[in-house]
């Protein structure tokens, strides 16, 4: 099995990994992963949960704004529009049941 570096920029929020992980025991997130070996998002409705089983060190839960994986990024501006609050607000709280919300734009390289 081989390790893929893909670079992430997700309007969403950033959980630990053994607090998330605890609260959503048993539950499934296929259909949130997005294919590591693809260029273009593979999420049906671009949301994402990301999660780090490699070294449990986060998890991150919203909506991909910009995916590489080995070409880097266009310029991108990082000015979320209502539109994406909206998505991401609705999507965590309907989906993930979270009610607190703190969105930020998170830029990660994660493994998989």
Do not use: C
């Amino acid at each position: 099995m081989g390790t893929e570096r893909v670079d992430y920029i997700i309007l969403g929020m950033k959980f630990d990994y053994k607090t998330f992980m605890a609260i959503h025991e048993g539950d499934n997130f296929d259909e949130w992963e997005d294919n590591p070996y693809r260029e273009e998002i593979t999420t049906n409705d671009r949301h994402i949960v990301l999660i780090d089983g490699m070294n449990g060190q986060y998890v991150i839960a919203g909506l991909i704004i910009a995916k590489s994986i080995d070409s880097g990024f266009d310029p991108i501006s990082l000015i979320a529009t209502n539109e994406q609050i909206v998505s991401v607000s609705n999507w965590l709280t309907s989906n993930l049941g979270i009610n607190q919300l703190d969105i930020k734009h998170w830029i990660v390289s994660h493994y998989h």
